[in-house]
């Protein structure tokens, strides 16, 4: 985020000089070796000395865009009228970007004790090929569930799926997320940054906040009148994947708009023997974002994006008898393997499309006082298409189709003796239909569900304390109609009503301008999905069989965490979070050790319990600045569950995993032909997963994969041009080829993961 504020002073014609400073906008310290440009004239700028300062001289009267761009932040973009000297103070989010958009210490605005991360843009950008899972993976404490490299879902804290709400510009994401083979259907491209809020402290977010929240903002519209946009291009060599971006913007005053598109292709990935064939995929999305202000008061937003996608799923995990089952759990290399690169896209597949509509207007009844409504639909509609006789695997054997409602009043306020209050009202409804074209059993049933909840937060801020504390009550009414199975099949109706509550409070303290300590407490009740309850069937994106309980509790949590962030002479940066959960009725999906045979093939067996349970672990990071050119990041993620009912392991528990990244940043410009290089960063970062030890050998089908380590590198740098600013990255992943399987990979039952990968890409600003 940019601002500035001007003061004018007289000045002569083609004499006029813009000067000022520019800081940290979180811990208000002046920025060094900001590169400062007049868009209209790249030859004309400057850089901030030591104290932050600059002076731009022989300015004519006129409009400008000033270009400000420093290392590890977004590029930002001003428009500025000038009449006569004027004097500029400007800040830049620079700190916030120092780990990865933690915690920062000395922040003036932490207006809450739950911790959180984020990834900013210029990261999005870079990682642009990846899905949204794939690059919330980076950030400490969060994995990946996969069943491929193209298909995966986030893991916070080992929590994952109904257990991690998903706000897409603020709404819950609705969508088949019961599987882990069910991606968030979600553009990452879309967002400015992503964002995971650790904890129970996001109460007002609609879900079952046992877990944690990730939102994907889109930014704000700002007010510049002139059209402005970006392109953004990417490749990677594994699966000879293109893709480019797309975004236009303007603010006028009868309505601002901005319109963003994606088009991605990739073919069959590759580990470094061999090519993981039918695992391609293609997307097209799109998003347009208009917003309104009537008055000064009174601020409208209306928001719309579809998402439409196709993946395969990888040949060699569908089995056609028990024998052949067992062998693929052994073999090397995959049944159905060809030495060949496609794009083809074959059964079995997925096609999922998203459409998600949102309105959304904030009235302030005082500047510290305001009421916000939004209303939200959203239309789900996911094809699973598996291997079928007789020529009919174009007809899809799941399609399910799903409409949601949202409505929700609002009420945030910041009253007297420094108080905060947000509360709100909110109503969603589902309505979750099978297609019968596929001619076969759901795997779920059809269903309504009715889901009301309010909420109340208060803060209380003194000295340098802040207190938190929060509670939230949702009903839930669930109507399903599903089939039973057997020779003399029958319709059954199942009508459940759910109470859930959720409670948290907290404390932080700012110790000193260097320590932040904080600690927060959270309770909270999930009732028990529909897929846990009633799953019935083959569920073909896994390529296994899963099986609901009917007589399942809703299960209870209790959870605290606490942090502690820090800095030592703006050279050691750390942050350390500690968390433990108890579960009551902790629901999971446990593989049976049954395989089984039916008229679509022979597949594993995994059934829905419950039992009683702990998660805790440890996540810390560090950096180091050895110079204004090194630096080295740590970071370090410890995790153990366990079923203390049955005294085992909690299965599908992500392994501890630790990160080095040696970073090399050049603020200084270096001199290219006529242009100059700027932000050159280079960056080796070294990830070495250990093996999942916390584990019994009779818990799943196979045990997991040996440890492994990984190497890679990136190298990205910005260059100007007249209208025109570019930014350049090149990043090799696995650049040994290692050869390795991961343990939340369900793909790793049959095949490796995936060899080295070269991005590429190149980003216009205009």
């Known amino acids: 985020m940019l601002s500035f504020s001007l003061t004018g002073i007289i000045a002569q014609d083609c004499n006029i000089t813009v000067k000022g400073t520019v800081t940290d906008e979180v811990t208000g310290v002046p920025l060094e070796v900001v590169n400062l440009y007049l868009e209209e004239s790249p030859d004309v700028g400057t850089m901030t000395d030591e104290s932050g300062a600059f002076e731009i001289s022989g300015l004519c009267p006129g409009h400008y865009h000033l270009v400000l761009s420093h290392i590890g932040c977004e590029t930002q973009l001003i428009h500025l009228t000038i009449e006569e000297d004027t004097q500029l103070e400007l800040t830049m989010d620079h700190s916030s970007h120092v780990l990865d958009n933690v915690v920062v210490v000395g922040s003036s605005d932490a207006a809450s004790t739950t911790q959180s991360q984020s990834i900013s843009n210029l990261k999005i950008l870079e990682s642009g090929s990846e899905n949204l899972s794939n690059i919330l993976e980076g950030l400490s404490g969060v994995n990946t569930l996969k069943n491929g490299n193209g298909i995966a879902k986030p893991v916070v804290h080992g929590l994952y799926g109904n257990r991690i709400t998903i706000l897409n510009n603020g709404i819950a994401q609705s969508g088949q997320q019961w599987g882990n083979d069910h991606s968030p259907e979600i553009d990452p491209l879309v967002a400015n940054s992503l964002k995971v809020i650790k904890g129970v402290g996001s109460l007002e977010y609609p879900g079952s906040n046992l877990g944690s929240v990730i939102l994907v903002e889109p930014k704000k519209i700002g007010k510049e009148p002139h059209l402005h946009g970006r392109v953004n291009y990417f490749f990677e060599s594994n699966g000879w994947g293109n893709g480019v971006n797309v975004q236009l913007q303007q603010y006028t005053p009868a309505i601002a708009w901005k319109i963003n598109g994606t088009l991605k292709k990739s073919g069959d990935r590759k580990t470094p023997d061999y090519y993981l064939n039918n695992t391609g995929s293609q997307e097209g999305n799109i998003a347009l974002q208009l917003e309104k202000s009537f008055s000064e008061k009174w601020f409208s937003e209306l928001y719309f994006s579809s ?24 073999r090397d290399v995959p049944y159905f393997t060809e030495d060949k690169f496609s794009y083809a896209i074959d059964a079995p597949k997925q ?16 500047p510290d006082q305001h009421l916000q409504f939004t209303f939200a639909g959203q239309v789900n509609n996911r094809k699973e298409f598996d291997i079928r006789r007789s020529g009919r695997s174009e007809i899809p054997a799941l399609s399910l189709l799903q409409f949601t409602y949202f409505l929700e009043g609002k009420y945030q306020a910041e009253l007297s003796n420094d108080i905060g209050i947000r509360t709100g009202l909110q109503f969603n409804m589902i309505d979750n239909t099978n297609n ?48 039973s199975s057997g020779a003399n099949p029958e319709i059954l109706r199942y009508n459940n009503i759910y109470h859930n509550f959720s409670a948290s409070t907290g404390i932080r303290y700012q110790a000193s301008e260097n320590l932040d300590i904080a600690y927060n407490i959270g309770y909270a009740s999930r009732n028990p999905a529909v897929n846990e309850l009633y799953s019935g069937g083959l569920h073909q994106g896994v390529s296994g069989i899963e099986e609901g309980d009917p007589d399942l509790s809703a299960e209870y949590s ?19 979070l500690f968390y433990y959960q108890r579960f009551s009725d902790y629901i999971f999906l446990n593989p049976t050790g049954e395989t089984r045979l039916t008229i679509r093939g022979a597949f594993p067996v995994f059934q829905y319990e419950q039992t009683d349970a702990t998660i805790f672990g440890l996540d810390l990071m560090g950096r180091y600045q050895f110079s204004e050119v090194v630096g080295l990041k740590m970071i370090y993620s410890f995790i153990k569950g366990k079923d203390i009912e049955n005294d085992i392991a909690l299965i599908n528990m992500p392994a501890n995993n630790l990160t080095a990244e040696l970073g090399f940043a050049f603020p200084k410009p270096i001199p290219a032909g006529k242009r100059k290089l700027e932000n050159i960063n280079i960056e080796i970062t070294d990830k070495y997963v250990f093996r999942q030890n916390n584990f019994e050998i009779d818990q799943d089908f196979l045990p997991p994969p040996a440890a492994y380590n990984l190497l890679g590198m990136k190298l990205a740098a910005d260059m100007q041009f007249k209208n025109i600013r570019t930014h350049y990255f090149i990043s090799i992943e696995n650049m040994l080829n290692t050869r390795y399987r991961e343990y939340l990979n369900r793909q790793r039952y049959y095949a490796d993961d995936l060899g080295i990968n070269i991005r590429l890409g190149v980003n216009f600003r205009f």
């Open 307 to 330: 998402f439409n996608t196709e993946l395969g799923v990888l040949r060699g995990g569908h089995i056609s008898n028990l024998t052949d089952l067992e062998l693929a759990f052994e």
């Open 351 to 366: 096609r999922v499309s998203h459409q998600l509509l949102k309105l959304n207007s904030k009235y302030f009844i005082k």
């Open 436 to 483: 019968p074209e596929t001619g076969i059993l759901p795997l779920i049933p059809d269903y309504f569900a009715y889901e009301s909840g309010a909420y109340l937060l208060m803060t209380k801020k003194k000295n340098d304390w802040l207190f938190e504390l929060g509670g939230r009550y949702d009903n839930i009414l669930q109507n399903a109609v599903t089939v």
């Open 558 to 576: 209790l959870k605290t965490t606490f942090s502690l962030n820090g800095k030592i002479k703006e050279k050691l940066f750390f942050e350390s």
